[in-house]
């Protein structure tokens, strides 16, 4: 009996988006980011040797047509690989007017968003006050922090201390269609957070904002440091998912990472978390035990999070050779009949100015099937193709491409 494994390697782009143009960096057109491609031209020219040194190295996935996938989406070389591909390979192109996480995720799980997101002024204050009323009432502070768009560890350290003296919430956004409320996990409490941002998302969802992202914070001011006890709470898919008909059909849906938070747990049978290295361990367990006819859905999004966001050119590179070297253990660990299929939801080019996500076409891989060249699909398709793996009707407009 057949498996599937989604495998989402957060931000990893291609390059070539065809309407790149339309999408920004402050007032700087995402046209031209390529986030392998820059990466991999960086470490070939020895601007990434910080913990590595050379050319990118990532030979398992790169065998299954990595490089030749990047090539297709955008015309780009990618130094130091180029292996003939033995896998399932092409490049993806995204439908949805957004380059953030739900709207990748969910349009690979076959749902494109069918509105537009709410996005806050990149203004000081960003956040109306009525809103602010609403987060202080809710927790029961007299005030809030922040009330901005900026990057996590910057804004924690500027208000660090006064939200451990007064316990007044951080309240900020990003380019992404976002609400973000850091708190203290011992001061202010995490459960207290996590309250907040579920009781504050229904007003935020209503106004078809994303995300509520909770993000916990534990130390002292100077020496702080986030925790893995981040959660989003975010809107609803507009439709069933690729998740919900593999579980309509009998089938459980395993989730690794930020999966159950992304789909609000519609259609999650059970979840994992933690860090990447910890999460890769969670899917080798799955890859040995789970069940027939089953769906497991990962995220790993530290090369987003941690590399693409702080601008970390060889930190990102770092982590691509992590990566990949798990992946040779995945892999070995797969059964006859097994599909993986390893893909990305935006872009986010480390060598691009600015911090948010750039608009790109993602790599399309995949093992179990041979070699097979698919070439440009529409992320929809993904959720079609896993979907006739698994024996289970599609609903939405993608198309196998088996």
Same mark, same amino acid.
Request: charge should be negative; proline fraction near 7%.
């Given at each position: 009996?057949? %498996?599937?494994? #989604? ?20 007032? &700087? ?17 020895? @601007? ?7 050319? !990118?190295?990532?030979?398992? *996935?790169?065998?299954?047509? *990595? ?31 957004? +380059? ?7 349009? !690979? ?21 009525? #809103? ?59 459960? @207290?957070? &996590? ?19 909770? %993000? ?56 994992? +978390? ?20 089953? &769906? ?32 040779? %253990? ?30 790109? %076409? ?41």
């Amino acid at each position: 009996m057949a %498996r599937a494994f #989604l495998i989402v390697m957060d931000s990893v782009g291609a390059g070539g988006a065809p309407d790149a143009g339309s999408f920004f960096n402050g007032s &700087l057109p995402d046209t031209g980011a390529n986030t392998l491609a820059h990466i991999a031209q960086a470490c070939a020219a020895g @601007r990434a040797d910080v913990g590595r040194g050379g050319p !990118l190295r990532m030979p398992n *996935l790169d065998g299954l047509g *990595l490089s030749a996938a990047v090539t297709l989406a955008s015309g780009a070389d990618m130094p130091g690989l180029g292996a003939v591909p033995l896998g399932l390979w092409g490049a993806a192109t995204e439908q949805s007017k957004g +380059k953030d996480t739900p709207s990748g995720h969910w349009e !690979l799980a076959g749902v494109p968003v069918p509105w537009e997101w709410h996005y806050f002024p990149n203004t000081q204050p960003a956040f109306p006050q009525d #809103l602010m009323d609403e987060v202080a009432r809710l927790c029961g502070a007299e005030g809030t922090l922040g009330n901005c768009h900026a990057s996590g560890v910057p804004i924690i350290e500027a208000h660090c201390a006064e939200h451990m003296r007064t316990g007044w919430p951080i309240c900020y956004t990003s380019a992404d269609s976002v609400f973000q409320i850091a708190c203290h996990e011992e001061t202010f409490g995490l459960e @207290r957070l &996590l309250r907040l941002c579920q009781d504050i998302a229904p007003r935020l969802h209503a106004m078809k904002v994303g995300r509520v992202i909770a %993000r916990p914070f534990t130390g002292q001011p100077g020496n702080f440091r986030r925790t893995t006890n981040r959660h989003d709470y975010a809107i609803d898919p507009p439709a069933s998912t690729l998740c919900d008909w593999v579980q309509a059909a009998g089938g459980k849906v395993h989730a690794v990472g930020k999966i159950g938070d992304i789909f609000s747990m519609r259609g999650i049978s059970d979840v994992k +978390k933690g860090a990447d290295i910890d999460l890769f361990e969670h899917l080798m367990d799955y890859a040995g035990q789970s069940e027939d006819s089953s &769906l497991t859905f990962a995220n790993f999004v530290e090369f987003d999070s941690l590399f693409g966001h702080p601008r970390d050119v060889a930190g990102y590179a770092r982590a691509l050779e992590w990566f990949d070297a798990q992946v040779g %253990r995945f892999l070995a660990r797969l059964r006859p009949g097994d599909l993986a299929m390893f893909t990305a939801d935006h872009g986010n080019d480390p060598t691009w100015p600015g911090t948010d996500h750039t608009r790109e %076409r993602v790599p399309v891989l995949g093992w179990g099937l041979g070699e097979k060249a698919v070439g440009l699909v529409a992320f929809v398709d993904v959720a079609a193709t896993i979907a006739e793996h698994l024996g289970v009707p599609p609903q939405g407009p993608g198309r196998s491409f088996l």
